[in-house]
C-alpha cells in the first residue's frame, strides 16, 4: 500500500514529517509519497516559490528511507485537487492500494473538497489525530456522518484487509506546529528550534524565505 500525503509543504516541517511517518509504520506502507502542491483550494497560495518548497521538501526527506516527492500538482495548471490527482495515480499503478492521510480538521471540511466522494473509489483513508481529540461526532455534515456508517473501520488491520477503500481514525505523534507561525517567527527572526530539520531552516536562511 502506498500512503499519499499532500499539502503545501511552505516549509515542511515536523508537524508533516512525523504524523506521517507514524501512519507509514503503523500500515507498513511500501512507500510514502508527498506531493506538493500548486495552487491549493483550500487555502492561500504559497509564499514559497514551487522549487523552493520543493528544495525544503528533498532535504527534510533525505533522510527517511520509503518517502517518495511525487511532482505531479506542480507539473499540472491550475488548481490542485486531490481527486484528480488519485485519479492519475490508479493510472500509473492500476494493481496497487492507496492511502489517503489527511488530519482531522481537513476530514471535518472533507464534503467541500472537489468531487469529494469520488475520493473513496480511488483510496481508503486515515485520518490522523492528537491521542485525547477524538472525532466530534456533533461537528460532522450529514454527508460525512453517512460515510462513517459505510467507510469506518476500526483497527488498522481491518484497515489495510479492506477491499472497500475503508476510513481509519488513527492517533499520531501531533505537534503545536504550524507552517504559519513558523512563518512569523522566520519574518521576526525569531528562533524556529526543532519546529523543523535543520536543513530546511539552512535553505530559509540562504534563500531569504519568509524574511518578509
Not at 157 to 169: G, H, K, R
Request: glycine fraction near 6%; proline fraction near 5%.
Amino acid at each position: 500500500m502506498i500512503g499519499i500525503f499532500g499539502g503545501t509543504f511552505d516549509p515542511v516541517h515536523y508537524g508533516h514529517i512525523k504524523p506521517a511517518l507514524d501512519v507509514k509504520r503503523a500500515l507498513s506502507l511500501t512507500e510514502l509519497r508527498f506531493i506538493p502542491c500548486s495552487i491549493p483550494a483550500h487555502r492561500d497560495e504559497p509564499v514559497a516559490t514551487a522549487a523552493q518548497r520543493l528544495s525544503m521538501l528533498r532535504a527534510a526527506l533525505s533522510e527517511y528511507e520509503g518517502c517518495v516527492i511525487d511532482e505531479r500538482e506542480l507539473e499540472r495548471s491550475g488548481v490542485s485537487y486531490m481527486v484528480d490527482t488519485l485519479q492519475s495515480l490508479r493510472t500509473e499503478f492500476p494493481d496497487e492500494a492507496f492511502c489517503l492521510i489527511i488530519g482531522m480538521d481537513a476530514f471535518y471540511g472533507l464534503h467541500k473538497w472537489s468531487r469529494w466522494q469520488t475520493l473513496f473509489e480511488l483510496a481508503g483513508c486515515v485520518v490522523t489525530y492528537r491521542p485525547g481529540c477524538e472525532l466530534d461526532f456533533d461537528m460532522l455534515a450529514d454527508e460525512l456522518k453517512i460515510l462513517l456508517q459505510s467507510r469506518q473501520v476500526k483497527t488498522v488491520q481491518e484497515f489495510v484487509d479492506s477491499t472497500n477503500n475503508a476510513l481509519l481514525f488513527l492517533p499520531v505523534t501531533q505537534l503545536d506546529i504550524s507552517a504559519t507561525d513558523i512563518r512569523k517567527r522566520i519574518s521576526k527572526d525569531q528562533p524556529t528550534n526543532d519546529m523543523l530539520p535543520l536543513m530546511v531552516k539552512q535553505i530559509i536562511d540562504k534563500q531569504q524565505i519568509y524574511t518578509g
